[in-house]
């Protein structure tokens, strides 16, 4: 079946740091990828829709000069948080979703990475 | 994009069935009704989406109402590795993204 790995599955940084969250889809190709983050005992909130050689599209509220999103492959979105502060540790998920018509045409989530902030 | 209304939490014993339900009473002719779950500190993990029919896999099965204004996820012998947040999510079929709702938390007993 389709597998998306995401990588870090945790990492802690300094404040005022950037970090890179890596997401790939390993088995199939994926014009478009998503981005979640999940605060503690809440759901899932869609941050941005990333596509393939064009730029991101953000959800209302979500600061895209914070959030960077890089979609340069049909396999690969990464994520920088940029001048990370505490209020930015979650639960960052990504989500891939397969070519029209491709068998895997759905939605397959990334393991999730841990951001803490200190 | 339509919104569902799932109940906060449930309780199951192990070895029995669970009905999960979901109301989406503003549902279009258009949208997919898919479910998903997530175990705690991983992402989402598809379960089975439908648009009309009743639909089953080997996960679970998913029986749309007739109105398709609700629909009800059905595990058939809970587990321990069952326990999870559900969320049952309308996407249109012209839509491109999934946005989640609260979810039911499902707890199942030993």
């Known amino acids: 079946g389709a597998v998306v790995s995401q990588h870090p599955s945790w990492v802690i940084c300094k404040s005022g740091t950037s970090v890179k969250i890596e997401c790939r889809s390993l088995d199939f190709q994926a014009t478009t990828m998503f981005w979640y983050r999940q605060f503690p005992k809440q759901s899932l909130m869609l941050m941005a829709t990333?596509?393939?050689?064009?730029?991101?599209?953000?959800e209302q509220g979500v600061e895209k000069d914070k959030f960077l999103i890089n979609h340069a492959s049909l396999t690969l979105s990464t994520l920088t948080v940029t001048s990370a502060h505490p209020e930015d540790s979650s639960f960052y998920i990504c989500?891939?979703?397969?070519?029209?018509?491709?068998?895997?045409?759905?939605?397959?989530f990334g393991s999730g990475t841990r951001l803490t902030v200190v | 994009d339509a919104k569902t209304t799932q109940p906060n939490s449930m309780e199951s014993n192990e070895e029995e069935p669970v009905h999960l339900p979901c109301n989406h009473s503003t549902i279009s002719g258009t949208d997919y009704i898919h479910w998903y779950r997530q175990l705690p500190s991983q992402g989402p993990e598809y379960v089975i989406h439908?648009?009309?029919s009743n639909v089953n896999n080997r996960m679970a099965s998913l029986a749309i109402a007739e109105d398709r204004k609700s629909s009800t996820l059905i595990l058939h012998r809970a587990t321990l590795r069952d326990a999870a947040v559900y969320y049952c999510i309308l996407r249109d079929h012209g839509g491109n993204k999934l946005v989640f709702g609260a979810g039911t938390i499902l707890r199942v007993k030993s």
């Open positions: 990333s596509n393939e050689g064009s730029k991101a599209t953000y």
């Open positions: 439908g648009l009309t």
């Open positions: 989500s891939a979703r397969d070519l029209p018509g491709h068998y895997n045409y759905g939605y397959t």
